[in-house]
Each structure stands twice: as structure tokens, then as C-alpha cells.
T-cell receptor, first 115, second 116 residues
């Protein structure tokens, strides 16, 4: 079956540091890949997505590139802010773009940014 | 605009009690999903509706779990004879897309269920 593995947290960084959160996946076909973010006290929000190999998703300074050869979708940001503190979930959808298919999530990575 | 809403936000149940969790999706959204999120884990897929049709219920953990969406809008997840292992956050998500098109799932705030 499908699975997503992401680095365990918490990850603690200083403001303006470079961020990488690793994510690798296992899928039988050609999945779409997603990063969701959950800010304290809020619901899950889509951060970015990529639907085919070599696509780069980007939003709010975050980027992730769909690497089929390494089955990875690592999340990066060049300079983090305190407001980026949240739990980040990597997820995949096996079929057409994740619109109407159940998502498979990783366990989440808690990111803490210190001023 | 209005997002996905869920009620109640918190529910405490005694073991063996039946509970009903409600989801109001974004108006006009065709697809509706339920997920279960245990403490410290990612959400796990339970079931999927396209309008009123339940097209996938492969993630429901037992026959104590039942979901419905009779008019293709509001959905209810019912758990009968609750057990302590049912304690989790239950998330609802909706999408404007149907089964074979791309789209984004919008999540509600969740219902936190604690079974004593």
C-alpha cells in the first residue's frame, strides 16, 4: 500500500535559518504530492502541491520538488520566521490530483522557530 | 467565506455510548471525506462521498463506524458502542472536484472525541 515517511520532530530553528523537512513516499502508481500545514489552534491547510515528476510547488516562500527517482518531496524555505511555527504534514494521493481521493499522510513534523 | 465546519468541537463519551459527529462542507462541494487523527499521528482516511453516494469506505476501522450524506451536503459520522481506542480527532474535508478531476481538499477544525 501507499505510505509517507517524514522526518520526526520537533525541529527547532532560529529565525532566518534555512529549513528542510524531508519526505519520502511509497506508491504503486503515479501519485500527486502535497504539503499541509496546521497552525496552532487551526485546521489543516494546503501549503503546496505537485502533480507530476519534476514539478515544483511553492507558496509563502516554501518550495518542494517532486523527485520521482528518489521518491521524495522535501520541503524547503530559505529564511524561516516565528510565524512558520506549526505542524507540517507530507501527503500523497494515488489518483488524479488529490481532488476526490483519500490522502495518505505522514506523521507530521512539529516545527518550532525561536526569535 | 464560510469554510468547512464541524460539530461538536469536543465530545466526551463513556465507553459503550453511541456518538454522532456532524460535518457541514463548503456549499456546492461535490466530494466529502472523513479522516481519523490519533494523537501524534497524521490523519488516516476513513471514507469518501461523491454527492450522496459513499464511493469508498475502505478506511472505516470496524462495523461500529457508519457515515452518511443523505442529501449530498451535510454528513454525519456515527460511532456505535464507542471504545477507548476510538479516542481521536475526526476531520472532515470537502472538495469541489469529482472523482477524476484535480482539486484541493479543504479541512474543517475537527471534532476531538475522548472515550472514557
Amino acid at each position: 500500500g501507499n505510505s509517507v515517511t517524514q522526518m520526526e520532530g520537533p525541529v527547532t530553528l532560529s529565525e532566518e535559518a534555512f529549513l528542510t523537512i524531508n519526505c519520502t513516499y511509497t506508491a504503486t502508481g503515479y501519485p500527486s504530492l502535497f504539503w499541509y500545514v496546521q497552525y496552532p489552534g487551526e485546521g489543516l491547510q494546503l501549503l503546496l502541491k505537485a502533480t507530476k515528476a519534476d514539478d515544483k510547488g511553492s507558496n509563502k516562500g516554501f518550495e518542494a520538488t517532486y523527485r520521482k527517482e528518489t521518491t521524495s518531496f522535501h520541503l524547503e524555505k530559505g529564511s524561516v520566521q516565528v510565524s512558520d511555527s506549526a505542524v507540517y504534514f507530507c501527503a500523497l494521493s494515488e489518483k488524479s490530483g488529490g481532488g476526490a481521493d483519500g490522502l495518505t499522510f505522514g506523521k507530521g513534523t512539529h516545527l518550532i522557530i525561536q526569535p | 467565506g464560510a469554510g468547512v465546519s464541524q460539530s461538536p468541537r469536543y465530545k466526551v463519551a463513556k465507553r459503550g455510548q453511541d456518538v454522532a459527529l456532524r460535518c457541514d462542507p463548503i456549499s456546492g462541494h461535490v466530494s466529502l471525506f472523513w479522516y481519523q487523527q490519533a494523537l501524534g499521528q497524521g490523519p488516516e482516511f476513513l471514507t469518501y462521498f461523491q454527492n450522496e453516494a459513499q464511493l469508498d469506505k475502505s478506511g472505516l476501522p470496524s462495523d461500529r463506524f457508519f457515515a452518511e450524506r443523505p442529501e449530498g451536503s451535510v454528513s454525519t459520522l456515527k460511532i456505535q458502542r464507542t471504545q477507548q481506542e476510538d479516542s481521536a480527532v475526526y476531520l472532515c474535508a470537502s472538495s469541489s472536484s469529482g472523482a477524476r478531476t484535480m482539486g484541493t481538499q479543504y479541512f474543517g477544525p475537527g471534532t476531538r472525541l475522548l472515550v472514557l
